[in-house]
T-cell receptor, first 112, second 116 residues
């Protein structure tokens, strides 16, 4: 079993839709949770960063962490064609360990 | 743009050869991590360098080695290339090796290595 599970998609939605992306994990030691966006042939770009449980909002993006369920989510409101990319969840243990554990990524396509 | 650059963009090698990939970190970042991303997969941690010393290693064999230089640049060396080494190699720089909010990793665009 992988430490981090993520549905690879693809997920295809119309412009303006609310998108929900999710990851589950097995290691309760994970404390820091991130979402990266990766366009084709580019490196991952950090979107959201959350420490421990709770919600964090940044513009059209909301990240949620539920440590009791070992489940994290990224919501995208009013999705745009420019949001079409692969979304990677990543997580790491407590401080002094910088090894990010990534999910496989979910490919999202937003059509006009 | 993250300020992290990598070279070359693409590389084709044959099995058994050796390769060196280069990364220039964001200015002021003293930590660099290298990841391997196979097609359709998430990045896998290879190793990390902090102040020119290895500071953690993933599940990769010793033929994967690295160097970090005082000018924030670094190298990933792979010896005895195998077909399964074909992947996108990413470097990521951060301010410090801890996992706190100020230590976010910023990724470069990657080097796509093809082994024939």
């Amino acid at each position: 079993q992988k430490e981090v599970e993520q549905d690879p998609g693809p997920l295809s939605v119309p412009e303006g839709a609310i998108v929900s992306l999710n990851c589950t994990y097995s290691n309760s030691a994970f404390q820091y949770f991130m979402w990266y966006r990766q366009y084709s042939r580019k490196g991952p770009e950090l979107l959201m960063y959350t420490y421990s449980s709770g919600n964090k909002e940044d513009g059209r993006f909301t990240a949620q962490v539920d440590k009791s369920s070992k489940y994290i989510s990224l919501f995208i409101r009013d999705s745009q064609p420019s949001d079409s990319a692969t979304y990677l969840c990543a997580m790491t243990r407590s401080y002094n360990t910088d090894k990010l554990i990534f999910g496989t990524g979910t490919r999202l396509q937003v059509f006009p | 743009e993250t300020g992290v650059t990598q070279s070359p963009t693409h590389l084709i090698k044959t099995r058994g050869q050796q390769v060196t990939l280069r990364c220039s970190s964001q200015s002021g970042h003293n930590t660099v991590s290298w990841y391997q991303q196979a097609l359709g997969q998430g990045p896998q941690f290879i190793f990390q360098y902090y102040r020119e010393e290895e500071n953690g290693r993933g599940n990769f064999p010793p033929r994967f080695s690295g160097l970090q230089f005082p000018n924030y640049s670094s190298e990933l060396n792979v010896n005895a290339l195998e077909l399964d080494d074909s992947a996108l190699y990413l470097c990521a720089s951060s301010l410090a090796p801890s996992g706190g909010a100020s230590d976010t990793q910023y990724f470069g665009p990657g080097t796509r290595l093809t082994v024939l």
